[in-house]
């Protein structure tokens, strides 16, 4: 039976229910298809990187894709463990490699998995070489491995890495380990099963909440959003702990909690660090931000002189500017930060230290940081509601937002303007709100933003009964 039609590559990546359209039969595909696309690649003579996370046959599945590559005749580098999505970003650029591939499907839920693409500067893979690797899947019916990994690691052509260890190697290097030691944060890390889990306590002293190995997830989906962070705000306001660290699957994204065990939403995540970066580490460069994103970065750029340039949503929108320009900071709405001197890519682990370096270096809670940003440019209140809804009530929806005009009322708000870059973004007088599809689950997904007075959760209730979803 032909599989052409369920391989579709989304936002960030291929994803699919396991043993629904994710099989080895696709995998080895995807695979085929890569590493035909590449053969030509002016580095393929250094070979691909391939990772896993912690998902259920993540290691199988990438043992499957080293084997299709390596039988093209290109040398594979493979992981010795589970690996989070930035160390095949960071292995893929500093080994010189054309390319790597991580077997995850980052925040999913744990019935999925995914193939990522890293391109050869450590960034997302463009979309432009992503249609060619679709393109080049119409014609791949069947890709099976000509032989056994145990074959093809004795001849050298797999060959395995440790990337675990280079990768904290390199993370010790560029964080202030010894500033975050000696400022005494009490720190909580919630790895969500997923690949992050020991990295931190490798560096620092750390309580650590679901640092094992397990392909259920608890039964949930390893996503850094407030309706799965109970435990570790609880934790927070019984421990007397300073900061919360989680990360998700493939710990490329992060949340913080703050010293009063509330939840930092992503906008707040982006903008402290953005403060940070500015004020105490004089960094300069553009600040690129995804769509979704909120007015406070626009208004601290407008203040302070710095170029921002918005992208559709989807971090390799970010990472393609990032590459070719001198970027500060460039991050999305749900958690995704890559910023400078370390690479065109998300990477919540560094983050996360990052933010330790933050606290040690301001000498102030989470709380007084985020109080400073609000005296200075207003408060600002954000929520995203994900809806789960019918393929023929998500057209409807749309088309209704397709027919709005300036001059239109949508949740007791009358829209002042209306910008179609990704979506729709609705504005009105203190806000705005954002209505488009997922790239990767069946979904529509809803932003809103408010300033000084917070209405999100109105508007998104009432913008949800507007769309009769």
């Not at 640092?211 to 608890?218: A, D, K, Q």
Request: with cysteine; glycine share 10%; aromatic share 10%.
């Amino acid at each position: 039976m032909s599989s052409k039609e369920v391989v579709k590559f989304g936002t960030d990546g291929w994803r699919g229910v396991i043993a629904d359209t994710y099989t080895f039969h696709n995998v080895r595909r995807v695979a085929l298809a890569t590493a035909r696309v590449f053969k030509s690649h002016p580095k393929a003579g250094r070979g691909f990187v391939i990772g896993y996370d912690t998902r259920f046959q993540s290691r199988q599945f990438a043992e499957a894709v080293a084997c299709v590559i390596a039988g093209e005749g290109i040398k594979v580098l493979l992981t010795d463990s589970y690996v989070t999505t930035p160390t095949v970003s960071l292995l893929s650029r500093d080994l010189g490699c054309a390319l790597g591939v991580m077997i995850t499907a980052s925040h999913n839920p744990y019935i999925y998995n995914g193939y990522k693409l890293k391109d050869e500067f450590g960034g997302s893979m463009s979309p432009e070489e992503i249609a060619k690797i679709e393109k080049e899947l119409e014609s791949i019916e069947e890709a099976p491995a000509v032989k056994t990994l145990e074959e093809l690691l004795k001849t050298g052509a797999v060959e395995y890495f440790d990337g675990r260890g280079y990768y904290l190697k390199y993370i010790g290097e560029r964080i202030d380990i010894a500033k975050i030691r000696s400022s005494g944060l009490k720190v909580i890390y919630d790895a969500m099963y997923g690949a992050g889990q020991d990295l931190i306590s490798n560096f620092i002293e750390v309580k650590q909440l679901h640092g094992e190995v397990n392909p259920s997830f608890g039964g949930g989906a390893p996503e850094p959003v407030r309706k799965n962070l109970d435990e570790i705000c609880g934790e927070m306001k019984e421990g007397g702990y300073d900061i919360g660290i989680v990360t998700d699957g493939d710990a490329d994204r992060i949340a913080i909690i703050d010293e009063k065990g509330e939840f930092l939403d992503a906008q707040k995540t982006f903008a402290l660090l953005l403060k940070y970066l500015f004020e105490k580490k004089k960094l300069a460069g553009k600040v690129v931000r995804g769509f979704s994103t909120s007015e406070l970065i626009q208004r601290f750029c407008d203040k302070y002189g710095i170029k921002l340039v918005t992208v559709p949503i989807g971090f390799k929108h970010i990472s393609k500017i990032m590459i070719t320009d001198d970027v500060l900071i460039g991050a999305e709405e749900s958690g995704g930060i890559g910023i400078k001197g370390h690479l065109p890519e998300r990477d919540g682990i560094y983050n996360g230290l990052l933010y330790l370096e933050m606290l040690a270096e301001y000498g102030k809670s989470i709380s007084e940081i985020k109080s400073d940003l609000a005296k200075e440019f207003g408060e600002f209140y954000y929520q995203r509601n994900d809806v789960h809804t019918t393929e023929e009530k998500k057209i409807a929806a749309l088309e209704k937002c397709r027919n709005l005009k300036a001059g239109d009322v949508i949740a007791g708000k009358k829209i002042t303007d209306i910008d179609p870059l990704d979506g729709y973004k609705l504005k009105f007088e203190n806000g705005w709100v954002i209505i488009r599809a997922s790239g990767t689950e069946p979904l529509l997904r809803i932003y809103c933003e408010t300033l000084e007075k917070d209405e999100t959760g109105d508007v998104l209730s009432n913008t949800i009964k507007y769309l009769g979803l």
